[in-house]
């Protein structure tokens, strides 16, 4: 019996670290790509316990002939394409990276796809950011893109490739719709872990008030490790197509740094205007959080709902985790960390 054998770009990010256990897991060959240059920062493997059990590779997906190179030494069955740059406010600072990465990167390993003749199923990383400025409450696959960040603009245009390729050249190419995910390890420029990761130090005294930006921005939080495993099943299904992963729940930054305060032990309330705003600890009037306008974004998305029907119904699956639970689980991770 032939061992199936995967292909993950962006191996030690959040998403591949999980994604990567559920697969070993499963007995599958796992390959990880590195930068070429880089220093991999395998923290997440580690603390998994898989670190050693995953073949690494170097790659740089800019680069086509190296792609090329790659692709065709493992041959996989199967890749996940989760490597990008992928923090949004960076990419207002840094375009023409974050479009080589998210964009020409996906355009290389399709192209690399098809003149290999490989037997390969390719699944994308696509981002609920890409409906930026939305035009429905509530969005699903159907549901008009209209993205309003470089990032957002870059994943758009590998999602229409993905697509094309598909279509074009009959290969097995799907994307995974996904709306904002979180757990312990998500990296700490992302709001939701630099809200835990920060409060628990100011709790350990460690740190002072965190500085944050719209508080009242709102999305749909889910937990990685269950959407890890919706990857799975988009990738696995033997008809490619695109799916919305999310949890038709919505919640605001400001809700998401109430429930890590509670769970640290403080009551909280907030003074000031709209742009001043600070967030106090009640019983001893110890400043938690303030609003920085520096941390706003030249254009930002304010609301996020995702409907994970179309998902539920082709492979069922569905959420079980929510935004508080995830809230409490990160919390209770930092904090305890040493």
């Known amino acids: 019996?032939?061992?199936?054998?995967?292909?993950?770009?962006?191996?030690?990010?959040?998403?591949?670290?999980?994604?990567?256990?559920?697969?070993?897991?499963?007995?599958?060959?796992?390959?990880?790509?590195?930068?070429?240059?880089?220093?991999?920062?395998?923290?997440?493997?580690?603390?998994?316990?898989?670190?050693?059990?995953?073949?690494?590779?170097?790659?740089?997906?800019?680069?086509?002939?190296?792609?090329?190179?790659?692709?065709?030494?493992?041959?996989?069955?199967?890749?996940?394409?989760?490597?990008?740059?992928?923090?949004?406010?960076?990419?207002?600072?840094?375009?023409?990276?974050?479009?080589?990465?998210?964009?020409?990167?996906?355009?290389?390993?399709?192209?690399?796809?098809?003149?290999l003749k490989l037997d390969t199923r390719f699944y994308q990383a696509s981002t609920s950011e890409m409906y930026g400025d939305i035009k429905e409450q509530i969005q699903n696959e159907d549901t008009p893109f209209n993205p309003i960040s470089p990032y957002a603009i870059s994943k758009l245009a590998a999602h229409y490739l993905v697509k094309n390729y598909r279509i074009a050249y009959n290969i097995h190419a799907c994307s995974g719709i996904l709306f904002n995910h979180e757990s312990e390890f998500r990296g700490r420029e992302f709001v939701t872990k630099k809200i835990s990761s920060w409060l628990s130090d100011l709790k350990k005294g460690n740190k002072g008030p965190l500085p944050l930006g719209a508080l009242d921005s709102s999305r749909d939080w889910g937990y990685a490790p269950e959407y890890v495993k919706a990857m799975q099943l988009i990738n696995e299904s033997d008809t490619p197509d695109d799916y919305v992963v999310a949890t038709n729940t919505n919640y605001t930054v400001r809700q998401f740094l109430e429930w890590c305060c509670y769970e640290l032990g403080y009551e909280i309330e907030f003074s000031g205007s709209k742009n001043k705003e600070v967030c106090y600890d009640k019983k001893t009037g110890l400043k938690l959080a303030y609003v920085d306008e520096k941390y706003f974004r030249p254009s930002d998305v304010k609301k996020l709902v995702g409907s994970y029907k179309k998902i539920k119904n082709d492979l069922n699956w569905e959420p079980k985790i929510f935004a508080k639970d995830i809230a409490i689980i990160m919390t209770k991770y930092d904090y305890e960390k040493k």
């Not at 923290?43 to 690494?56: D, H, M, P």
């Not at 041959?75 to 207002?92: E, H, R, W």
């Open 1 to 115: 019996m032939n061992i199936p054998k995967v292909l993950i770009t962006g191996v030690t990010g959040q998403d591949g670290s999980y994604l990567a256990r559920d697969l070993l897991n499963k007995n599958y060959k796992v390959y990880g790509t590195i930068r070429r240059g880089a220093s991999p920062k395998t923290f997440r493997l580690e603390e998994l316990g898989i670190v050693n059990k995953v073949n690494f590779f170097s790659l740089e997906l800019t680069e086509l002939a190296n792609v090329v190179h790659v692709l065709n030494e493992i041959k996989p069955d199967y890749i996940y394409n989760l490597a990008a740059q992928s923090f949004v406010g960076d990419s207002f600072l840094h375009p023409h990276y974050t479009s080589s990465i998210n964009y020409l990167g996906v355009l290389n390993i399709l192209e690399a796809i098809k003149l």
